[in-house]
């Protein structure tokens, strides 16, 4: 699953120079088949996580659960050099005052990719 340009995770990546490349889909959450995922070849990967530790907002890895299906599909670019990143739900799925912080993950993992990709083309 994933979210298309009028979900309100959309307008943040948009707000920290990213760009959905599933935005033009009709559906507000369309599922998706894991070929069009190769297709559209995404440089990052974001997920919701459920857990509202108290720990770092910004998850980076490919440890977590929501990534051990993709692993296998190295020609991904997310995957290939590790550009896959998690966020607490509550903080980037809900219109609120959180989503400011949920924001804040969101520009950091893609300044973080920013930064690694001027590093090693």
């Known amino acids: 699953m994933t979210l298309n340009g009028q979900h309100i995770v959309s307008d943040v990546i948009v ?15 369309p599922q998706l088949s894991t070929e069009s995922v190769v297709a559209a070849n995404p440089q990052v990967m974001l997920s919701a996580r459920e857990d509202a530790d108290s720990g770092p907002v910004l998850k980076r890895g490919v440890n977590d659960a929501a990534f051990t299906g993709w ?3 190295t020609s991904l670019e997310a995957v290939r050099r590790n550009w896959l990143y998690t966020l607490p739900g509550d903080l ?16 950091a993992a893609l300044d973080e990719v920013r930064a690694e990709r001027r590093a090693r083309p």
């Open 92 to 107: 980037i799925a809900r219109q609120g005052p959180r989503i400011v912080d949920g924001a804040r993950g969101v520009c």
């Open 71 to 73: 692993l296998r599909y």
């Open 15 to 29: 707000l920290c120079g990213g760009r959905n490349v599933f935005a033009e889909l009709p559906q507000l959450v």
